[in-house]
């Protein structure tokens, strides 16, 4: 099993920035894959970006160029850089990681960005 523990999300202005954080509960070297889901109210989730074998990063058209992943191994987490931030990256997002054949999930955590 895999647990996660998100942080950093929060209140912030249009055009600023967040950081958010997932530590894994073991060896971020052994889990498949992890990344960031997002949910808005009335929406699906979403993939945001992620992280998989031999470092692969991919991350969602829509915050391409604003958006980074990356991953710190030593504490087994896993970041993502959100600049230049927009009303409509308000959501809930969530930590997934992969591992094995089943998928864990962080709590959540929220960002809204409103002025």
């Known amino acids: 099993q895999v647990q996660l523990v998100e942080s950093g999300g929060g209140l912030v202005q249009p055009g600023g920035s967040l950081r958010l954080s997932c530590t894994a509960s073991?060896?971020?070297?052994?889990?498949?894959?992890m990344g960031w889901y997002r949910q808005a109210p009335g929406t699906q989730r979403e993939l945001v970006a992620s992280?998989?074998?031999?470092?692969?990063?991919n991350v969602t058209n829509s915050v391409k160029g604003r958006f980074t992943i990356s991953f710190d191994s030593a504490k087994n987490t896993v970041f993502l850089q959100m600049n230049s931030l927009e009303p409509e990256d308000t959501a809930r997002y969530y930590c997934?990681?992969?591992?094995?054949?089943?998928?864990?999930w962080g709590q959540g955590i929220q960002v809204t960005v409103s002025s």
């Open positions: 997934y990681a992969r591992y094995l054949s089943n998928q864990y």
């Open positions: 992280v998989g074998g031999g470092g692969i990063r």
């Open positions: 073991r060896s971020i070297f052994t889990i498949n894959t």
